[in-house]
């Protein structure tokens, strides 16, 4: 296939509420969505993830635009590709920018998909015909706030609860939750916020048969969690620390971790998702799929990927409703007691609303050669 042309929609949406993490507040969503076009005029589609600010990764929607628009774009433009394993090797000259190149590998995956008559998933190699969905809760004003939005969840199906932590918003609610829901799936998330001198703190998690807890200590510090794992018993995932591959084999080598949180952004497309998956299978960790509040197509990605064999525990997969007033695809992703079906038809899956995303589009640019 050859890519003939892109279309870059700067889409503008709101978040239904504020996220609140231990690195900032996420209400409105600047994002990428780009169309694809191939000789024959086939489509596909994909999303940009990253945060409007450079508090997560270093990454931003402004700078994932840039590195598209004035190097990855150019870089795909004409080009024969058989596979989109390909993209990897061609955007190889540009280092990291993880999300930026993702957002435009995605596209390709879909339209490679859907040339190919298969869905995402069964083109990545997925088994599951339904997934896991769990849900990821913001901090909160107070603890009654938490207690009402789980009982919420839990109520919708919901098969695990994570909770996000800080300094001073961690042990005590932890221990309030577990009181109040005794039996639910609970994990922590405390994007970096730790570091070692904590170690004593974070050990008085250990009573409250946690699930996991997600990147306490900084976001590219492999060291050190694994000297933090030897002194706890929760397990710990990693998030932020776990970028390529690569990674992935300096954590397993050193006992960093237990368990890893795959987003494919992060990680710099679905082919590196998706070796990932199979490396963690190999050597006996255990994957979920993380979340970056996408909109619908970016989730139809996550929805895909989780298919996958060694994806056995929940993932940040909740449905459109949970983000946005109106999502950006047809039909909008719904979680069933606690279950989201995967899509059997081709590509994605789900159908990209061009009026919903003109609607959103605050600026389109066309690139082609
Ligand atoms: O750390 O997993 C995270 C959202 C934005 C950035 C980082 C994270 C998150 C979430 C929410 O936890 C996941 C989601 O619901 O999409
Ligand atoms: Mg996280």
Known sequence: MIITKVIMNHVRMRLREPFHTSFGTIQDKDIAVIEVIDEKGNSGWGESVALPDPTYTEET???????????????????????????????????????????????????????????????????????????????????????????????????????????GMDVEIIKAVRERFPDVPLMADANSAYTLKDTDHLRKLDEFNLLMIEQPLGADDIINHAKLQKAIKTPICLDESIQSLDDVKKAVELGSCQIINIKIGRVGGLSSARDIHQYCKENGIAVWCGGMLEA??????????????????????????????????????????????????????????????????????????
């Open 296 to 369: 619908g197509i970016g989730r139809a990605f996550n929805i895909a990927l989780s298919s996958l064999e060694n994806f056995t525990l929940p993932g940040d997969t909740a449905g459109s409703a949970r983000y946005w007033e109106e999502d950006i695809i047809n039909p909008e992703v719904v979680v069933v007691d606690g279950l989201i079906e995967v899509p059997s038809s081709i590509g994605i899956g789900y159908e990209p609303n061009r009026e919903t995303i003109k609607k959103y589009t605050v600026n389109q640019t066309i690139y082609s050669k």
């Open 61 to 167: 929607f402004k700078t994932n635009w840039h590195i598209l628009e004035d190097y990855l774009i150019p870089l795909l433009l004409n080009r024969e590709i058989s596979h989109p394993d390909e993209v990897g090797v061609i955007f190889s000259p540009i280092r990291r920018n993880y999300m930026a190149k993702a957002a435009i590998e995605g596209a390709v995956w879909d339209l490679y998909a859907k040339r190919s008559d298969l869905s995402l998933s069964d083109a990545l190699g997925g088994t599951r015909k339904s997934i896991e969905a769990g849900i990821s809760i913001g901090i909160q004003q107070s603890k009654e706030e938490l207690f009402k939005k789980i009982e919420g969840y839990l109520e919708e199906g919901f098969k695990r609860i994570k909770i996000k932590i800080k300094p």
